[in-house]
């Protein structure tokens, strides 16, 4: 079992940068695929991106792709995620989520494929 607890979520101003971080509990961090996912208000959780176990596979959704990069260090049971030019489209709250699969590619975009979600962290973007 996996306990996730992300960080770094707060106001920022459109075209601005933040960086989410989820640490996650326990030896078994590298077994696990690791994903973000976000909800906003009155909307239904969406992928925003995930990697592989051994981190050389990312994935993206396309709102996304170009400007937030996933990324995890195994070696401090970290995952995360650097949003760069943010815009109001990507206020809400951000979950990350494990899944022990080996699967990939269409298989992490799906939300009830993961085991495992923290608790999420607020993102707002003013414009």
């Known amino acids: 079992q996996v306990q996730l607890v992300e960080s770094g979520g707060g106001l920022v101003q459109a075209g601005n940068s933040l960086k989410l971080s989820c640490a996650a509990s326990g030896r078994t961090f590298s077994s696990y695929a690791m994903g973000w996912f976000r909800q906003a208000p009155g909307k239904e959780r969406e992928f925003v991106a995930a990697i592989s176990r051994s981190g050389v596979n990312t994935y993206y959704a396309d709102s996304v792709k170009g400007r937030f990069t996933i990324s995890r260090d195994n070696a401090k049971n970290t995952l995360y995620l650097q949003m760069n030019s943010l815009i109001s489209e990507d206020t809400a709250v951000y979950y990350c989520?494990?899944?022990?699969?080996?699967?990939?590619?269409?298989?992490?975009?799906?939300?009830?494929?993961?085991?495992?979600w923290g608790q999420g962290t607020q993102v707002t973007v003013s414009s």
């Open positions: 989520a494990a899944v022990n699969a080996v699967s990939g590619g269409s298989y992490y975009l799906l939300s009830h494929n993961y085991n495992y």
